[in-house]
């Protein structure tokens, strides 16, 4: 965590902690540090003044992302997933875990760990993302083959994705689309591939983590200890 972070947290502003970061009031290990953006290590000892500063848990939320909003902090057009968040959230140093269309619902996480954020959208760790789609035309045990053995997408090829059908009929289809990555308009792209644009998206799980059914749209709450645990192991990081 950066080190402004750490002792803004304590001090409940991080411009008086960068304050007495630069005037060499802090000190990890006993050394001071003058850098704000220091990467301090849970294993650090920080002090102020020679008081040790403990470091708060990171917070972790699910939000019910609904339709007609960016994933951004700001946006000079349309409103953001952040101004979504009660008042006393939205000062805290949250980041989005990838990113969802502007028309795209449903789970989206926040945490104010980027490490974590950044392991659950890399491809290296797999991590599951279910999206629930409504999409054109009638699907078929050919499109499921075709979401396995991965999607050619021009600048690149999806890797394989379970494909589910719910129910099919000629005008539209519903489906479940798991995949392991999360690319600009992935889902979007792989379902046009197959000449089944999508209608609508809806995302139901990240990690085995499900949207919480008693959240509204554009409500949140902070992810259980067993979410937060989970998401953690499957990222190979230590909460
Ligand atoms: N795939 C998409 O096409 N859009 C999203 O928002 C998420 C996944």
Known sequence: MRLDRWVGEALSSR????EAI????????????????????????????????????????????????????EDARFSTVFDLLPPALRTR???????????????????????????????RFEVEKAYLARVAGR?????????????????FTARPA???????AEDF????????????????RMFAALSH???????????GVALDVSLQPGQCRPLTAEETARLYALTEMKP
């Open 15 to 18: 411009a008086k902690a960068r």
């Open 22 to 73: 630069m005037q060499g009031r802090v000190r990890v290990n006993g050394v001071p540090v003058r850098d704000g953006a220091y990467g301090a290590q849970d294993s650090d000892a920080v002090t102020l003044d020679g008081a040790p500063v403990g470091k708060r848990a990171a917070l972790h939320l699910m939000l019910y992302k609904p339709a007609g909003c960016v994933t951004a902090r």
């Open 93 to 123: 140093d949250l980041c989005a875990v990838g990113r969802l269309d502007r028309d795209v619902t449903g789970l989206l996480l926040l945490t104010e760990d980027g490490q974590l954020a950044h392991r659950l959208i890399s491809p």
């Open 139 to 155: 699907l078929e045990s050919g499109d499921i083959l075709r979401m396995a053995e991965g999607v050619p997408l021009g600048d």
């Open 162 to 168: 379970r494909l589910e059908v719910l129910t099919s």
């Open 173 to 188: 289809s519903l489906a479940r689309l798991t995949v392991h990555e999360g690319k600009f308009h992935q889902v979007k």
């Open 197 to 207: 644009p999508v209608e609508t998206l809806h995302r139901e799980s990240v990690g």
